[in-house]
Each structure stands twice: as C-alpha cells, then as structure tokens.
Nanobody, 126 residues
Framework: QVQLVESGGGLVQAGDSLRLSCVAS????????MGWFRQAPGKEREFVAG????????VNGDSVKGRFTISRDNAKNTVYLQMNSLKPEDTAVYYC???????????????????WGQGNQVTVSS
C-alpha cells in the first residue's frame, strides 16, 4: 500500500503563491498516476489536477487553469502542485491521491484513485 504525505499548505493572502508537495512511499512511484483534489467547507471534493505515470498533465477548470501547475519528480517520489495568484475561493483542504498507472492520462474521479493522503489545509484571506 502506498502512503502519501502532503505538505506546504498554510495561511496566505490573496495573490500569494504556495507549492504543495506530496511524498509517496515505496520504490514504484514512477509507475503511479497522481492527482490533487480539494474540498472546501460544505462542498464536494473536486479534482484539481493530475499527472499520469508517463508525465501527461491536466488541470481542471477555468478557475485554476493558468494559475495552478502540477509536476512530478520521480527521483524524489514527489508530486507538486504549484499554486499562483491564490484567491479566497481556493481555500480548501487539498488532498494528494495515487493509483497505479494504466493509461496515458491521469484519472479525474475520486473512485479511480486507490491511495489518499490525509489532506493539507490551504487558507487564502482576502
């Protein structure tokens, strides 16, 4: 079983940047597709971005495209979410997720991911 540990969240002002990191256990990180989800208070968990095991990336929705970037460093067993120009509506608990890669594109649905981190709070003040 893969263990995921997120870090990098915190309290920032609108317009600031944060980089979330997710470190995975094991020696097979390069064979996994990785995703970032977020859940705001009172809302459903939503897909933010993903990177497949071959490095194909996707960022979901106009609200974050152009501001968020996902990347991975297989040598460090780490996936990143770079978040720029943060807005109050970005406030949420951000979750890292993983699944064994089976295709070129990262999954975008919660049920497609087998492993989850415990979440990392990002709060953006106005």
């Amino acid at each position: 079983q893969v263990q995921l540990v997120e870090s990098g969240g915190g309290l920032v002002q609108a317009g600031d940047s944060l980089r979330l990191s997710c470190v995975a256990s094991g020696r097979t990180f390069s064979s996994y597709s990785m995703g970032w989800f977020r859940q705001a208070p009172g809302k459903e968990r939503e897909f933010v971005a993903g990177v497949s095991y071959i490095g194909y990336t996707i960022v979901n929705g106009d609200s974050v495209k152009g501001r968020f970037t996902i990347s991975r460093d297989n040598a460090k067993n780490t996936v990143y979410l770079q978040m720029n120009s943060l807005k109050p509506e970005d406030t949420a608990v951000y979750y890292c997720a993983a699944r064994r890669g089976t295709g070129y594109y990262p999954p975008s649905q919660q049920h497609e991911y087998a492993y989850w981190g415990q979440g990392n709070q990002v709060t953006v003040s106005s």
